[in-house]
């Protein structure tokens, strides 16, 4: 079996689920038990410069540039530890599926948990190869450690072939990626690379440089809880004020009704009573004036709803998260460019896509280094039908050896 399988498979079965209840860094504790497996891998395998931040959970490394290409710039290739805690990393049981037939896959006899072609029709592209799955009572965690393997798998390759010409290269694993936060604390001055890839993307081929302008709002709505009886003129359900709201956001504009460069409002999480109530949005557009568009209309609505109910009835807290790498990349093109012609090279078809989402390639791009996303050979993120094609995954580390030597 190839190494990056497996790397994958141990990997997998370590618990790195982070949280969003947490204002910690990194966000869950568990998330150093990989941390210490990479630094350690790390050590063994003879990368130098190597540095495990105990206290913020990342993990860096270097592999010295080829005799002669000590000139050439750094590049950095980077991955996040964690997976979404949208469904449970804990107990992960991956199984890889030799010379899959096209058909529906049976995860869970005894659940009777299926993966089905119905559902998921791309599967039939994968015959004959490799696919590891779930269980069906976890997600896999090939978001992001098919990107983790992948970058190690290359390292030991690098180390081990001095023949392979290359610059300097530089290697990065950060936590909390899935809930926001992968770069609050990442080094860039540390890190110290011209530029770097992120390997987090989704299937064989997929190249990304472009991703969603993205804010969050929480919107509080203040009512008045008064006995239903007695209520005529005088009661302000603040359930139905945030219903309200919702409904004078631009109905087309929802995340299901959305796609390609398509922007949108997305109601994520609404609780509360008569008196009180909370509701949490997510914003999003590639385009940047229509993003700055989309939260002044944001803004308009609650002061619309302050005049008709009365000021200080909704209260609107909104902040940027991120924003457009496409700003930056365009400055630095050669780095699609060498992605796309090393993919052509190895018979890979680019597919370039806008990710509709981010990565830590995002933010990073914004923190002085520029950083488009690769694919790493996963589907079904962030659920219990995710996946991964083990051929691709090693199609990937070849990709990644190749890309390096484009910067030799």
Same mark, same amino acid.
């Given at each position: 079996?190839?190494?990056? *399988?497996?790397?994958?498979?141990?990997?997998?079965?370590?618990?790195?689920?982070?949280?969003?209840?947490?204002?910690?860094?990194?966000?869950?504790?568990?998330?150093?038990?990989?941390?210490?497996?990479?630094?350690?891998?790390?050590?063994?395998? &003879?990368?130098?410069?190597?540095?495990? !931040?105990?206290?913020?959970?990342?993990?860096?490394?270097?592999?010295?540039?080829?005799?002669?290409?000590?000139?050439? @710039?750094?590049?950095?290739?980077?991955?996040?530890?964690?997976?979404? @805690?949208?469904?449970?990393?804990? &107990?992960?049981?991956?199984?890889?599926?030799?010379?899959?037939?096209?058909?529906?896959?049976?995860?869970?006899?005894?659940?009777?948990?299926?993966?089905?072609?119905?559902?998921? @029709?791309?599967?039939?592209?994968?015959?004959?190869?490799?696919?590891?799955?779930?269980?069906?009572?976890?997600?896999? &965690?090939?978001?992001?450690?098919?990107?983790?393997?992948?970058?190690?798998?290359?390292?030991?390759?690098?180390? +081990?072939?001095?023949?392979?010409?290359?610059?300097?290269?530089?290697?990065?694993?950060?936590?909390?990626?899935?809930?926001? %936060?992968?770069?609050?604390?990442?080094?860039?001055?540390?890190?110290?690379?011209?530029?770097?890839?992120?390997?987090?993307?989704?299937?064989?081929?997929?190249?990304?440089?472009?991703?969603?302008?993205? %804010?969050?709002?929480?919107?509080?709505?203040?009512?008045?809880?008064?006995?239903? &009886?007695?209520?005529?003129?005088?009661?302000?359900?603040?359930?139905?004020?945030?219903?309200?709201?919702?409904?004078?956001?631009?109905?087309?504009?929802?995340?299901?009704?959305?796609?390609?460069?398509?922007?949108?409002?997305?109601?994520? %999480?609404?609780?509360?009573?008569?008196?009180?109530?909370?509701?949490?949005?997510?914003?999003?557009?590639?385009?940047?004036?229509?993003?700055?568009?989309?939260?002044?209309?944001?803004?308009?609505?609650?002061?619309?709803?302050?005049?008709?109910?009365?000021?200080?009835?909704?209260? *609107?807290?909104?902040?940027?998260?991120?924003?457009?790498?496409?700003?930056?990349?365009?400055?630095?093109?050669?780095?699609?460019?060498?992605?796309?012609?090393?993919?052509?090279?190895?018979?890979?078809?680019?597919?370039?896509?806008?990710?509709?989402?981010?990565?830590?390639?995002?933010?990073?791009?914004?923190?002085?280094?520029? +950083? @488009?996303?690769? +694919?790493?050979?996963?589907?079904?993120?962030?659920?219990?039908?995710?996946?991964? +094609?083990? !051929?691709?995954?090693?199609?990937?580390?070849?990709?990644?050896?190749?890309? %390096?030597?484009?910067?030799?």
């Amino acid at each position: 079996m190839e190494r990056v *399988i497996e790397n994958f498979l141990r990997y997998a079965v370590i618990d790195t689920e982070s949280s969003e209840e947490s204002a910690s860094t990194p966000s869950t504790a568990k998330q150093h038990n990989l941390a210490k497996v990479l630094a350690e891998q790390l050590e063994e395998m &003879g990368a130098e410069e190597i540095t495990y !931040d105990e206290e913020h959970c990342y993990v860096y490394a270097s592999i010295p540039a080829s005799v002669g290409c000590e000139m050439a @710039p750094v590049i950095g290739f980077i991955a996040h530890m964690d997976t979404s @805690p949208a469904v449970t990393g804990a &107990g992960v049981k991956p199984r890889v599926i030799d010379n899959y037939d096209g058909k529906d896959i049976l995860l869970n006899e005894e659940k009777q948990v299926v993966m089905k072609t119905a559902d998921f @029709p791309e599967l039939v592209s994968y015959v004959g190869k490799r696919l590891i799955v779930t269980d069906g009572t976890t997600l896999l &965690g090939a978001d992001d450690k098919a990107g983790v393997a992948e970058i190690m798998a290359m390292a030991e390759r690098l180390l +081990c072939n001095p023949d392979i010409l290359h610059g300097k290269i530089r290697l990065g694993f950060t936590p909390d990626e899935e809930v926001g %936060a992968g770069a609050d604390h990442f080094n860039v001055e540390l890190f110290d690379a011209d530029y770097a890839y992120t390997v987090d993307g989704g299937r064989l081929g997929e190249l990304e440089y472009e991703n969603f302008n993205a %804010a969050g709002a929480k919107v509080r709505i203040h009512g008045r809880s008064v006995h239903p &009886g007695e209520a005529k003129d005088k009661m302000r359900n603040a359930i139905l004020m945030a219903q309200e709201f919702q409904s004078m956001l631009p109905a087309a504009e929802n995340p299901m009704y959305t796609c390609g460069y398509e922007g949108f409002f997305h109601l994520d %999480a609404l609780n509360g009573t008569v008196e009180e109530a909370a509701a949490e949005y997510i914003i999003r557009d590639h385009d940047r004036e229509k993003f700055e568009k989309k939260k002044e209309a944001f803004l308009r609505i609650g002061k619309f709803l302050n005049e008709k109910y009365g000021e200080g009835t909704f209260e *609107i807290e909104l902040k940027d998260s991120y924003y457009n790498m496409k700003e930056v990349i365009e400055q630095n093109m050669h780095l699609v460019d060498n992605a796309k012609t090393a993919m052509e090279e190895l018979g890979i078809e680019p597919v370039v896509v806008p990710i509709r989402g981010g990565t830590d390639g995002a933010r990073l791009s914004f923190m002085g280094l520029p +950083c @488009p996303n690769l +694919c790493t050979g996963g589907a079904n993120f962030h659920g219990r039908f995710e996946y991964a +094609c083990a !051929d691709d995954m090693e199609m990937m580390v070849e990709l990644l050896v190749k890309l %390096a030597g484009k910067y030799a």
